[in-house]
């Protein structure tokens, strides 16, 4: 569950944007699944916070199981989609010495 929450927590906000869910449609529908999961998840452990409760969730473990899987792929999906863009446009030599100046 802690895997899913901080992931999900990553990933929510870049696919909150419109122009990332239409360059990375597969990607942005695999989202929609994990959102709809978590947040119906979190919905439903808001409403009766004992433990017990909260893990007896119908379908609980697998739907987390399977929101994991998914993330995995988008991860993988946005590492690519990044990738390319790196490749695409290449930083310039002097703003790789800047970067390396200001960590310094």
């Given amino acids: 569950m802690l895997q899913c929450q901080a992931t999900w927590l990553y990933l ?3 696919f909150s944007s419109e122009d ?5 449609p597969e990607e942005g529908r695999k989202f929609g699944i994990v959102d709809m999961y ?13 433990c017990l409760v909260v893990t007896s969730q119908h379908n609980m473990l697998q739907r987390l ?5 998914l993330l995995e792929d988008i991860q993988k999906g946005l590492n690519d989609y990044l990738e390319k863009k790196r490749l695409y446009f290449p930083r310039s030599e002097q703003a790789r010495t800047w970067g390396q100046t200001l960590q310094v």
């Fill in 12 to 14: 929510e906000p870049i």
């Fill in 65 to 69: 199981t399977e929101a994991n899987a």
């Fill in 38 to 50: 978590w947040r119906d998840i979190m919905t439903q452990s808001v409403k009766d916070t004992h």
């Fill in 20 to 24: 990332i869910m239409a360059q990375m």
